[in-house]
């Protein structure tokens, strides 16, 4: 079982829907992490948090929209996304500096973009 | 951050020792190596990390050469369980760079 817990699990959505991604670990971790991995590719990094502020944003596209609304607690807002979307997104947090200590993952998000 | 060269896959009997092999010649002084795995359909997993002294967990253990340049994760006892894609990372520690995942090496333990 994963520390970090991603809901929902899987996901579909047409391109004009509003939806949101959620993650959640209750470890006192101050850092936190979203990224996409497509099939059989490794995970690539969109967005890092750290102290509750975004620290790090990789030029993802603005219908990517994250949220940190508390040490706990990591959102992925998702507005009108195309079908090379479709991916597993991946959750994980860390001690206190981003990439310093080890990260936790969670098992995903897995999103499909009709 | 270094690039890391692993070989695409592999094969180990189980209840061999299953030896992952990473390159990064290009490794400073200051960079650590980080592994992780990732198991089918679940997210990745930390196990183990060094800067330049052998280091063991109770999961793997971590033989960096002498120059650092190379670097072998060793699962001392393989389980059908260990089966999954296994990343070699080098990065500092300094806050502000960056974590990239390689193409890693696909380990198959065979019963």
């Known amino acids: 079982d994963t520390e970090v817990t991603q809901t929902p699990k899987h996901l579909v959505m047409g391109m004009t829907n509003k939806k949101s991604l959620k993650c959640e670990q209750h470890?006192?971790?101050?850092?936190m992490y979203w990224y996409k991995q497509k099939a059989k590719k490794p995970p690539e990094l969109m967005f890092v948090y750290s102290y509750e502020k975004l620290s790090i944003n990789e030029s993802v596209p603005s219908r990517f929209s994250p949220e940190c609304p508390n040490s706990s607690l990591l959102n992925l807002h998702l507005h009108a996304l195309q079908p090379e979307d479709s991916a597993l997104y991946l959750c994980?947090?860390?001690?206190?500096?981003?990439?310093?200590?080890?990260?936790?993952f969670g098992d995903g998000t897995r999103l499909s973009i009709l | 951050d270094a690039k890391t060269t692993q070989p695409t896959s592999m094969d180990c009997a189980e209840g061999r020792a299953a030896n992952l092999p990473c390159n990064h010649s290009?490794?400073?002084?200051?960079?650590?190596v980080y592994w992780y795995r990732q198991i089918h359909s679940q997210g990745p997993q930390y196990i183990i990390h060094g800067l330049k002294n052998n280091e063991t967990n109770e999961m793997a253990s971590l033989i960096i050469t002498e120059d650092r340049k190379s670097s072998t994760l060793i699962l001392p006892h393989a389980t059908l369980r260990d089966t999954a894609v296994y990343y070699c990372?080098?990065?500092?520690?300094?806050?502000?760079?960056?974590?990239?995942f390689g193409t890693g090496t696909s380990l198959t333990v065979i019963p």
């Open positions: 470890m006192g971790h101050r850092a």
């Open positions: 990372i080098v990065r500092t520690t300094n806050t502000g760079n960056q974590f990239y």
């Open positions: 290009t490794i400073s002084g200051n960079e650590y």
């Open positions: 994980a947090s860390s001690l206190k500096d981003a990439f310093v200590q080890p990260q936790h």
